[in-house]
């Protein structure tokens, strides 16, 4: 046993963690990390890094579709998975190491093993050494979770994707979330015949209506088959492909399954009750404003808390925390008008509160457009975009902006801005357009479409 003590041991090395870790050290504390897989967590490793590098390749038949509109010759392409995957690893491999330099040159001590809590202000290593913590911050991040029906383990989860040591010709993807709507969409580019099942009536639950239903639109144009109201209920082998029964009494095979039905905090065997930290639903470590737990010496951020499961807001809990409990400046994380995008083709970018949201909380002015956008549309193509505000009529302030579009992530950063500032409909009126444009649509629409 070590007589080894810091002031904070972080245990998970992704977005939250190391943040924390880094910020925690450069303001004079000593501080340990563990972690048990790859320094860089889910999105470095098996998240949004590899998923947006996989949108760009996926991306490029359509580019090349659209070279010929626009008057090039361009011979048939070919995509060859196992390139690709070694140039993703070679990728990952080189963020990874740069996430660990950012350790090391903040003087962090990292121990590259599972850690668990043996006390409230004790952690205790796999190789059994125990180390003693002033503070401990739990940012072990989440995991996938798989349906309980018979054959489960025969799907692939998220994690899976990344490595796969070929494409499969055919793949069905279970859930309609983030993950499930990106992974189908990337799969579709990358030549899978794609079918999407998901239990509710339409993709995205929990965002604005009008653009749910143009994202299943596009994604129902790039070859994908959207099976609504529907479920797994058991998966089997057959041949080398996987055989899969649901809920309509239908019956069909596939190359794969990819399970993206939500995620669970990682938080099972961390020893957590014992040491007084209480966890809630799906796992979830129990935390308040600033990123307190039930136990006075144990902090957690990210997604292993389930509030905003996003890397930027795991790495805001942990400045936040930092601030708070290392530079004697208590502020708690805002989780207030967060802007996001899903990676699908098409793009959706979202801040603040859908259309239904909205009206369920009091009477909105709605401004939307959607039109076919010059760049597509000169080549050939059908697809729409959307540029959409909910307005307080009350008090004019945009309450949500919605785009579906090329570069929709992009623009939503932007649009964020005004959002969060309390931006009100003249604001956005009073900016002048950049043309020819897309965003240029979100400050000049005069009149409402639906008014309350
Ligand atoms: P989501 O919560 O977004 O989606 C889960 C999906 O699984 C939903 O469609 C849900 O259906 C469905 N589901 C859940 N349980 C069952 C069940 N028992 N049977 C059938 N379907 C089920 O989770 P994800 O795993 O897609 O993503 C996790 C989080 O990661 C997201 O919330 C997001 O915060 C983050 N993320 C962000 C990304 C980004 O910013 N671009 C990309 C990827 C992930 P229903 O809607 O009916 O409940």
Not at 32 to 49: H, K, N, P
Not at 178 to 198: D, F, P, Q
Not at 343 to 364: C, S
Request: charged fraction near 25%; charge should be neutral; aromatic fraction near 6%.
């Amino acid at each position: 046993m070590s007589r080894q003590e810091v002031d904070l041991f972080v245990i998970g090395g992704g977005s939250g963690g190391v943040r924390a870790a880094r910020m925690a050290a450069e303001a004079g504390a000593r501080v340990a990390l563990a972690e048990q897989s790859r320094m860089g967590g889910t999105c470095v490793i098996r998240g949004c890094v590899p998923k947006k590098l996989m949108v760009f390749a996926a991306g490029v038949p359509d580019a090349l579709a659209e070279a010929r509109g626009y008057g090039w010759d361009v011979a048939p392409a070919r995509f060859d998975w196992t390139r690709f995957r070694a140039a993703l690893t070679a990728e990952l491999d080189r963020l990874e190491g740069v996430y660990r330099g950012i350790l090391s040159r903040a003087g962090v001590e990292v121990f590259d093993q599972r850690a668990t809590l043996a006390g409230p202000q004790r952690v205790r290593l796999a190789d059994g050494r125990e180390i003693a913590a002033r503070r401990v911050l739990i940012a072990t991040g989440g995991r996938p979770a798989r349906l309980e029906v018979p054959g489960a383990e025969l799907a692939m989860v998220s994690d899976d994707i990344f490595v796969m040591e070929r494409l499969p010709e055919t793949m069905l993807v279970l859930g309609g979330g983030y993950i499930a709507c990106e992974m189908a969409s990337i799969m579709a580019g990358l030549g899978v015949r794609v079918t999407l099942m998901h239990r509710a009536p339409q993709i995205l639950r929990g965002f604005d209506n009008e653009a749910r239903e143009l994202v299943a639109e596009g994604l129902r144009a790039r070859g994908i088959t959207l099976v609504a109201n529907a479920q797994a209920t058991a998966i089997t082998r057959d041949g080398d492909g996987l055989r899969v029964a649901d809920t309509r009494g239908g019956h069909a095979g596939y190359g794969a399954v990819l399970m993206a039905t939500g995620r669970d905090a990682n938080t099972a065997g961390l020893g957590l009750a014992a040491a007084g930290v209480r966890t809630g639903a799906w796992g979830a470590v129990e935390v308040d404003d600033f990123s307190r737990t039930s136990a006075p010496s144990v902090w957690a951020v990210g997604d292993v808390t389930d509030r905003v499961n996003l890397t930027p807001v795991a790495i805001r809990e942990a400045m936040a925390f930092v601030e708070t409990e290392f530079r004697g400046n208590p502020v708690p994380t805002d989780h207030d008008l967060i802007p996001s995008a899903v990676f699908t083709d098409p793009e959706f970018g979202t801040v603040g509160l859908g259309e239904e949201d909205a009206r369920a909380q009091e009477k909105v002015d709605v401004y939307a457009t959607t039109f076919r956008p010059m760049r597509t549309a000169f080549a050939g193509g059908a697809a729409r975009v959307m540029m959409k505000l909910v307005v307080s009529q009350a008090t004019r302030r945009v309450l949500g902006c919605h785009i579906v579009a090329p570069g929709a992530g992009e623009m939503i950063q932007l649009a964020g801005i005004a959002v969060k500032m309390g931006a009100t409909k003249e604001d956005f009126d009073r900016v002048c357009a950049v043309h020819p444009t897309m965003a240029e649509e979100l400050v000049t629409m005069r009149a409402p479409v639906r008014s309350d």
